[in-house]
């Protein structure tokens, strides 16, 4: 009899400790699932500042072409805040592309506009991005009846920090205005 109990016993331990393992097996599982999760987070939160940093430079490009001429009106805000609005399927607010316009007008005074042509052309590396770019820049400066000397200059100075000819430039705007 002492042996039937001796052998629950240790059966009874070995039970505990192969619940306790699986309960540590569980703990772990849940850990890497929960890490898992956590790097999906962090990665998805990284491509949607990617995106907002890149959507911030197509709309820095814009406003410098819009205030090229020294006036950028609330009609010029309401239209670029629209237009970038539609063409990102309203992903950022008004008030987030207003702020980001508000933000461009004070690195452009701070800066001046080749400054700033550099540095939305370091920030938008891929060819497609910086011809969409450049394509809503020249929209947007054909807003009020067409493309003025300042506005021509503005969109040149993209331009030639994107890398692209004044010829591409002049097929970019002619697709704008068609």
């Known amino acids: 009899m002492a042996e039937i109990k001796r052998a629950q016993r240790i059966s009874e331990v070995a039970g505990v400790k192969a ?3 699986q309960a540590e097996a569980y703990k772990q599982m849940l850990e890497r699932e929960a890490a898992a999760k956590a790097e999906q987070e962090a990665q998805h939160a990284a491509e949607e500042q990617a995106i907002g940093t890149q959507i911030g430079a197509l709309v820095e490009a814009a406003y410098i072409v819009a205030s090229a001429d020294g006036n950028y009106t609330s009609t010029e805000s309401q239209r670029l805040v629209g237009r970038v609005g539609a063409l990102t399927e309203d992903k950022f607010s008004d008030a987030q592309l207003e702020a980001m316009a508000n933000d461009a007008a004070g690195r452009v005074s701070a800066e001046g506009l080749q400054a700033r042509a550099q540095s ?3 920030t938008l590396s891929d ?6 770019t450049l394509l809503v820049a020249s929209a947007v400066a054909w807003l009020d009846g067409g493309v003025g000397q300042k506005e021509g200059l503005a969109l040149q100075a993209l331009a030639r920090a994107f890398g692209f000819s004044i010829d591409e430039l002049h097929k970019i705007m002619s697709q704008a205005h068609g």
């Open 120 to 122: 939305i052309a370091s």
């Open 127 to 132: 060819p497609e991005l910086r011809r969409a």
């Open 19 to 21: 619940a306790l393992e």
